[in-house]
């Protein structure tokens, strides 16, 4: 599976989109990007994902490049309660098993 | 909730002791992941197992076992324990064995003393 990039961390105003960028560069055809966030020690949150089409659901939006090689996890209105670890993880769509977590971006939401 | 439960939610034990550690999937879920997360490591992936057979293995050492039932239950053995050992353990569940959408327990902490 694909490596990714994410930036540290990042703070953002409360009741303002955030925009969590990741960089995987070397993705593939078949692989997936997939957003999970972590709430300080509680279990990883799957949010999103996509292949190649941008995706919304109820918590977020993704948008994905042309090229595939970025995409930015978009939550739309911001809120104290989105402060998390968020993972960026790239993974294919037909591999077994595990997704690896790296070590995501601390977003920190302020009021 | 995720709908995957995860048994004790915290647990003390002595050094060279063993634990078992218990996940409930969510209904349907046939695929279960255990994941360790200490301070300073991260989330690390240590089984999968889908349908009570082993799928894939991360980092998991030889001190650490795990099952799935016929009933879908994991158990997570983690024997000699060190206080290397001490973590947040995950536990996660999916429908298909690919598992890329995946929903998470609440954890067990382990506190190795």
């Known amino acids: 599976d694909a490596k990714t990039t994410q930036p540290t961390s990042m703070d953002c105003a409360e009741g303002r989109a955030a925009n969590l960028p990741c960089n995987h560069s070397?993705?593939?055809?078949?692989?997936?990007v997939y957003w999970y966030r972590q709430i300080h020690s509680q279990g990883p949150q799957y949010i999103i994902h996509?292949?190649?089409n941008n995706e919304t659901n109820e918590m977020a939006s993704l948008i994905i490049t042309e090229d595939r090689k970025s995409s930015t996890l978009i939550l739309p209105h911001a809120t104290l309660r989105d402060t998390a670890v968020y993972y960026c993880i790239v993974r294919s769509g037909g591999s077994q098993g595990n997704l690896i977590f790296g070590k995501g971006t601390k977003l920190s939401v302020k009021p | 909730d995720s709908g995957v439960t995860q048994t004790p939610k915290h647990l003390i034990t002595a050094t060279g002791q063993r634990v078992t550690l218990r996940c409930s999937p969510r209904s349907g879920d046939l695929s279960v992941y255990w994941y360790q997360q200490s301070l300073d490591q991260g989330l690390q992936f240590l089984i999968q197992?889908?349908?009570?057979?082993?799928?894939a293995k991360g980092n998991i050492l030889e001190r650490f076992s795990a099952q799935q039932f016929p009933d879908l239950h994991s158990e997570l053995n983690l024997s000699s324990l060190e206080l290397g050992d001490s973590a947040l353990y995950f536990c996660?569940?999916?429908?298909?064995?690919?598992?890329?959408?995946?929903?998470f327990g609440q954890g067990t902490r382990l506190t190795v003393v």
């Open positions: 070397t993705i593939s055809g078949n692989e997936y």
């Open positions: 996509g292949l190649k």
């Open positions: 197992y889908y349908n009570g057979e082993e799928r």
């Open positions: 996660a569940s999916s429908v298909v064995i690919t598992g890329g959408e995946a929903f």
